[in-house]
């Protein structure tokens, strides 16, 4: 008795065991039985993701953390929000303890290649800029000879740094931290001359100043920094639900759906495109695993993305940041959504 | 004669495996063994097999590519030019060195206290009763950051050092500038240098050999000198006093030394943003110092007390009776018995203060834990590797630290004949 019990067990434990492997590699079966997407976030930039008060998530990748919860489980707001370090970002991915990494982190090819890493497209174009104190009188980067310059390990700022001082034959002295709140408090407190990271970073790290006025970001952009959201290798059923929500946000700015007209539209829209795209004809949410109004969700959980951008980064926030090379490509700028057909 | 062919030699059967004590034990230790090795290589297999799932193979060759990032506190010369491995060593070094300083200053802030917690005076007593409670009943990491608060907040920035009439003024004659980034010492210039012997990219200057050979030969030199003494004592009975010879020896090769390469202290000077000409001391490296220095003493200051205590009275009575004074009953009598006890726990003292080194991160001191564990782990993104070969150092580092106190404890332990 006591043996076929053990052996039992035994046997149990094994199927589980099997039973988890197979649904590695089904990161859509997964989230949808656990009910949650684990969403892989910054441990707090303000505008990109930052817990208020109370705990709520906000932020421009929250946004999209929510988009993709919304049209995979219906509801925006069962998202579980993983703050990830500089350092832990990729690991936590790598090892499925986030589903989903939409933590403004820069698409290079060793990131996508040597990594495993999917980068399912570019939610922000950036570049990699200094912030300095007004009263240090420096206006340019190629005066920071010599300065000590707060850096977050771990990052590819930190690469670009090392490669923008050796090309322009200047020295310096780098301070290692590990979180932007960390930097924050170096670069105030005066142990750096200048804090470096990606330049939508550095404006929202300057919102949160008490005194933005005496801070200047330098003209100087040393890099290109395409950030966006990245899952697992080997998932592509996932890949595509995440990269074709984020599509969905950018089409949806292009063609004028917003979280206001998007029921109406979705009634009463002639342009076949926007029909496609809200499932009202064709089924293209079947294509990947999804039901017809799986991006008609995402859209109405925090708008298009024209909507997301103005509402946690734009210019009326006190971040500020203009659209510059994330406009619409009708507007001059870089958003390109694949047509949905 | 009838020879006994009793139980000497029975035929072996396989139940004896089982039944025999003479055998049990080896039969048990061979199974346990084997289910150890079993579940060892289980865990490696499957490590080995998921890893190749998700694409990745077991390689070291990131070692070899060029590194990329920059180290702010190097031994050796370093730039982002160089390898991962290059910068692993900068990593090692930098925690050889935090952990020798604080070794060092933990010892000599440990016995302090640990003999002045058993001193007379009730006030001193209970300070430092006070500092060891206080030091070793709050995690580290706390007083790494409190000190790193400090530094940051309290020190002034270069800049305050600027202009006529700066709000900071430099301290010791101008030759030291605390600030809140690092503390600017001078450093030692030579007028007359005499050149260097060139390693690959390190120099090390003659005149630094030359005083390496002058300290090692007032070593020699002293040792000749007691044991000359002691003879004499022994012949005579009167031991020549040696204090000023064995000071000379030691004085005037140095005096000679620094009179003839013309050292000179050049004080540091504020240039651009940033102290230059001096040495900067790294706040990181001196918080982590300090913070380790002060935690690992406590502990010290207690395994030195318990040392003393372990020593009966018997024998400082004793000392006193035969007319020792105070000072050489401690140094030959006390001293020496209470090292017995005193060595063991002081190596994991050792061991601990070295692997607690690797917090280092968290004021951006850039250690082994740092730079492979850190930057080069996620440069590269290779996990596994760099674990495993950061474990692999901070095991050896131990076992050579163990085995060095373990020689050092055979030679001061009692030795019965």
């Known amino acids: ?341 | 004669m009838v020879a006994y062919t009793g139980a000497d030699n029975p035929p072996f059967r396989l139940s004896m495996l089982i039944y025999d004590r003479r055998y049990r034990s080896l039969t048990l230790q061979a199974i346990v063994f084997i289910l150890v090795m079993l579940a060892a290589s289980w865990l490696i297999d499957n490590t080995l097999r998921n890893l190749s799932a998700m694409g990745k193979t077991l390689s070291f060759d990131f070692l070899f590519r060029r590194a990329g990032y920059d180290i702010p506190q190097q031994l050796i010369p370093y730039n982002s030019d160089d390898t991962h491995l290059r910068a692993t060593v900068i990593g090692l070094l930098n925690t050889l060195l935090v952990s020798v300083l604080g070794c060092i200053a933990a010892t000599v802030l440990g016995v302090i206290v640990g003999v002045l917690r058993l001193s007379s005076n009730w006030l001193i007593a209970r300070l430092m009763t006070v500092y060891v409670e206080v030091f070793r009943n709050i995690p580290l990491l706390l007083w790494i950051l409190v000190c790193l608060a400090i530094f940051t907040e309290v020190m002034p920035p270069p800049n305050a050092y600027r202009g006529e009439n700066p709000a900071a003024s430099m301290i010791l004659f101008d030759t030291i500038a605390p600030t809140n980034r690092y503390t600017a010492i001078p450093s030692i210039g030579m007028t007359n240098p005499p050149g260097t012997i060139s390693l690959g990219r390190e120099g090390i200057s003659w005149a630094f050999v030359a005083f390496v050979v002058a300290i090692a030969a007032a070593f020699v030199g002293r040792r000749l000198l007691r044991s000359r003494a002691q003879r004499i004592q022994d012949r005579t009975g009167k031991r020549p006093t040696t204090w000023w010879i064995s000071l000379a020896m030691f004085a005037l090769p140095v005096l000679f030394l620094t009179w003839y390469f013309g050292l000179h202290l050049i004080p540091p000077v504020l240039r651009g943003f940033n102290f230059a000409d001096g040495i900067n001391l790294d706040n990181a490296l001196v918080v982590l110092w300090l913070a380790l220095t002060l935690y690992t003493g406590a502990f010290i200051a207690e395994i030195v007390r318990a040392g003393i205590l372990a020593v009966s009275k018997g024998q400082t009575e004793a000392a006193f009776a035969l007319g020792l004074r105070p000072r050489r009953t401690m140094s030959l009598v006390v001293l020496p018995q209470a090292l017995r006890v005193i060595v063991p726990p002081l190596i994991s003292q050792y061991l601990n203060l070295t692997k607690n080194s690797s917090l280092a991160i968290a004021v951006g001191y850039m250690d082994l834990r740092g730079t492979l564990g850190g930057t080069t782990l996620n440069q590269t993104g290779r996990e596994m590797e760099a674990m495993v070969l950061m474990m692999g150092i901070y095991l050896a580092l131990s076992l050579i630290i163990s085995a060095g106190m373990n020689i050092f404890n055979a030679r001061v332990k009692l030795k019965e004949r």
């Open chain 1, 1 to 341: 008795m006591k043996k076929s019990v053990f052996f039992g067990s035994v046997t149990a434990v094994a199927l589980a065991a099997s039973g988890a492997l197979a649904a590695e590699g089904d990161t859509l079966k997964e989230v949808k039985a656990r009910g949650v997407l684990n969403c892989g976030v910054n441990t707090g930039l303000i505008g990109f993701a930052a817990p208020d008060a109370n705990g709520n998530w906000s932020g421009f990748d929250v946004a999209f953390c929510k988009a993709v919860a919304a049209a995979v489980l219906g509801d925006a707001t069962k998202v579980k929000y993983v703050p990830t370090t500089g350092q832990t970002r990729f690991t936590a991915l790598s090892s499925g303890e986030v589903d989903l990494l939409a933590r403004n982190s820069t698409w290079t090819f060793q990131r996508d290649t040597d990594l495993k890493l999917d980068f399912i497209g570019v939610n922000y174009y950036d570049g990699q800029g200094f912030m300095v104190r007004k009263d240090l009188g420096v206006s340019s980067a190629k005066e920071l000879n010599g300065a000590t310059i707060c850096i977050q390990t771990g990052t590819t700022t930190e690469l670009n740094l090392a490669d923008y001082f050796k090309a322009n034959n200047m020295d310096y002295q780098p301070v290692n931290i590990d979180s932007n709140a960390e930097g924050e408090q170096q670069y105030m407190a005066g142990a750096c001359d200048a804090y470096t990271t990606d330049a939508s970073g550095l404006a929202a790290t300057r919102a949160s100043f008490a005194d933005p006025e005496n801070h200047i970001i330098l003209p100087e952009i040393i890099s290109k920094e395409p950030l966006g959201p990245a899952v697992r290798h080997g998932d592509n059923n996932w890949g595509d639900i995440t990269r074709w929500t984020l599509y969905a946000l950018i089409a949806a700015e292009e063609y004028g759906v917003t979280s206001a007209n998007i029921d109406e539209l979705a009634k009463s829209s002639n342009n076949p495109e926007v029909q496609r795209l809200l499932g009202t004809t064709d089924e293209l949410g079947k294509m990947i695993g999804l039901d017809a109004e799986w991006a008609k969700r995402a859209i109405k959980a925090g708008g298009n993305y024209g909507e997301i951008f103005a509402a946690t980064i734009g210019e009326q926030t006190p971040i500020g940041l203009a659209r510059g090379l994330n406009a619409q490509w009708t507007q001059g700028g870089l958003m390109y959504a694949m047509p949905f057909r």
